[in-house]
């Protein structure tokens, strides 16, 4: 069964304290992996779609990346705003051609002035 | 471009009622998904459509629990005789191909 790990569960940073966020996956031929902003009593907001190993992109002070076994989400110098919880989410091919998407338990990020 | 549409964003029910929520997609999207959250976890799959087809329902998902999506458009997931389990945020996405893109969610709370 496919699994998503996501660490650490929450991380409180100094604003302008660079660090990574975790996703941890195990996939039987992995579609896609996405990262996610939610912010509380929303939805959650795409931020990155990333298909191969190798891969990266970047937005504004958030840059992911993948590996064959995980995915990076960096932030570099955060602010207050980009407090949120950040959800990772791996996309395999199911039964029936159903492209199934699992999603981890996130990390709440908190980035204090 | 209007985003997903979720209606209600709230609601709150008293045990053994039925309840129906609404999506609205995004108007090119063929695929809407449906999921749930509780606090502190991530969306929990419930039920997949492509087009106006259901090829997908989890596991977890009891039989008080029905979803449609007539004519490819917009989708109602309906609970019937909730339980106090079923509190929690449902949220609806809608992709084409890859990334899917989520509603503001319905907080549902059975009292």
């Known amino acids: 069964e496919d699994q998503v790990t996501q660490s650490p569960e929450a991380l409180r940073l100094q604003e302008g304290e660079s660090s990574s966020l975790n996703c941890s996956y195990t996939?039987?031929?992995?579609?896609?992996l996405f990262w996610y902003r939610q912010d509380p009593g929303k939805g959650p907001e795409f931020l990155f779609t990333?298909?191969?190993a190798g891969e990266e992109k970047e937005k504004e002070r958030l840059k992911a990346t993948l590996t064959k076994k995980e995915s990076f989400l960096h932030i570099t110098a955060p602010k207050p705003e980009d407090s949120a919880t950040y959800l990772c989410?791996?996309?395999?091919?199911?039964?029936?051609?159903?492209?199934?998407?699992?999603f981890g338990t996130g990390t709440k990020l908190q980035v204090i002035p | 471009d209007t985003g997903v549409s979720q209606n209600p964003r709230h609601k709150i029910t008293k045990r053994g009622q039925n309840v129906t929520f609404r999506c609205d997609p995004i108007?090119?999207?063929?695929?809407l998904y449906w999921y749930r959250q509780t606090l502190g976890q991530g969306p929990e799959f419930l039920t997949y459509?492509?087009?106006?087809?259901?090829?997908?329902k989890s596991r977890l998902l009891s039989d008080r629990f029905s979803a449609e999506r007539p004519k490819g458009s917009f989708s109602t997931l309906e609970i019937q005789r909730t339980e106090q389990g079923d509190s929690a945020m449902y949220l609806c996405?809608?992709?084409?191909?890859?990334?899917?893109?989520f509603g503001q969610g319905t907080r549902l709370t059975v009292v």
């Open positions: 996405a809608s992709s084409l191909m890859g990334e899917a893109f």
């Open positions: 996939v039987s031929g992995l579609r896609g």
């Open positions: 990333l298909y191969s």
């Open positions: 989410a791996v996309q395999a091919l199911a039964e029936r051609g159903y492209q199934k998407v699992t």
């Open positions: 108007s090119e999207h063929n695929r």
């Open positions: 459509f492509q087009n106006e087809a259901q090829l997908e």
